[in-house]
C-alpha cells in the first residue's frame, strides 16, 4: 500500500538545472510532511528539502538553500523538487519521501518517513 515513484533523474553540467518529480499513489495514511532526501556514495542519507502539507511551508539544508525550490501538485498528488546552479557535491542517488501524521521529529529525520520510492539518480559534471 502506498506507492512513490520519482522520475526526472540524469547528468547535468555544473551550473544546470534539473527538475525531480514523485508521483504518489494509494497513500491512505494522513500525510504530514513530504521531502526530498540524498544520498551519496560512502555518505549518510541528508534531507534536502521537504513541505508541510498543512500550510505548505518549505524546509531546506543549508547546502541547497536559494538553490533548489520544493513544490506540490495536490490535484496532480506529484511532489517536484526544482534543482538549479547545481555542483559536484549535489550528485547521489534522489528519493522522495512521505511522513504520516504527525512527524514527531525534525523534517529531516529521515526515519519518520514511513512511504519512499526506488530512488532517482542525479549526476553532476564538469
Known amino acids: 500500500q502506498g506507492q512513490l515513484v520519482e522520475s526526472g533523474g540524469g547528468s547535468v553540467h555544473t551550473g544546470g538545472s534539473l527538475t525531480l518529480s514523485c508521483s504518489a499513489s494509494g497513500i491512505t495514511s494522513r500525510i504530514d510532511y513530504m521531502g526530498w532526501f540524498r544520498q551519496a556514495p560512502g555518505k549518510e542519507r541528508e534531507g534536502v528539502a521537504a513541505i508541510y502539507i498543512t500550510d505548505r511551508s518549505t524546509y531546506y539544508a543549508d547546502s541547497v538553500k536559494g538553490r533548489f525550490t520544493i513544490s506540490r501538485d495536490a490535484f496532480k498528488k506529484t511532489l517536484y523538487l526544482q534543482m538549479n546552479s547545481v555542483n559536484a557535491e549535489d550528485t547521489a542517488q534522489y528519493y522522495c519521501?512521505?511522513?504520516?501524521?504527525?512527524?514527531?521529529?525534525?523534517?529531516?529525520?529521515?526515519?519518520?518517513?514511513?512511504?519512499w520510492g526506488q530512488g532517482t539518480q542525479v549526476t553532476v559534471s564538469s
Open positions: 519521501a512521505a511522513a504520516p501524521f504527525p512527524l514527531g521529529g525534525p523534517w529531516y529525520q529521515f526515519d519518520k518517513y514511513k512511504y
